[in-house]
């Protein structure tokens, strides 16, 4: 079993940019999977980003690639997500998740969660 705590978000203008990290609690952060999904207000939870174990391959929505990096320190503990040249509609609550299985973009696949970082970006 893995618990997660989010940090690193904030307010921030538009343009700018938030690094989120997750760290992990247990000695096996370095098995699992990790992905950032984000849930905006009044909108459904949405995948972000994923990153495999190893830290060689990831995966990333279509329309956030450009801006955004997810990358991992199994040293750490710890998954993050740089966040560049954010939008307005990028607000919302960021999770970092886990699971076992792999890192596709269904929610459902995911474990274990952390309770969540706000992102407000102001225009």
């Known amino acids: 079993q893995v618990q997660l705590v989010e940090s690193g978000g904030g307010l921030v203008q538009a343009g700018g940019s938030l690094r989120l990290s997750c760290i992990a609690s247990?000695?096996?952060?370095?098995?699992?999977?990790m992905g950032w999904f984000r849930q905006a207000p009044g909108k459904e939870r949405e995948f972000v980003a994923s990153?495999?174990?190893?830290?060689?391959?990831?995966r990333y929505t279509g329309s956030l690639k450009d801006r955004f990096t997810i990358s991992r320190d199994n040293a750490k503990n710890t998954v993050y997500l740089q966040m560049n040249r954010l939008k307005p509609e990028d607000t919302a609550v960021y999770y970092c998740?886990?699971?076992?299985?792999?890192?596709?973009?269904?929610?459902?696949?995911?474990?274990?969660w952390g309770q969540g970082t706000q992102v407000t970006v102001t225009s």
């Open positions: 990153i495999h174990w190893g830290g060689g391959s990831t």
């Open positions: 998740a886990a699971n076992l299985m792999g890192y596709g973009p269904n929610e459902k696949t995911y474990d274990y």
């Open positions: 247990g000695r096996t952060f370095s098995t699992y999977y």
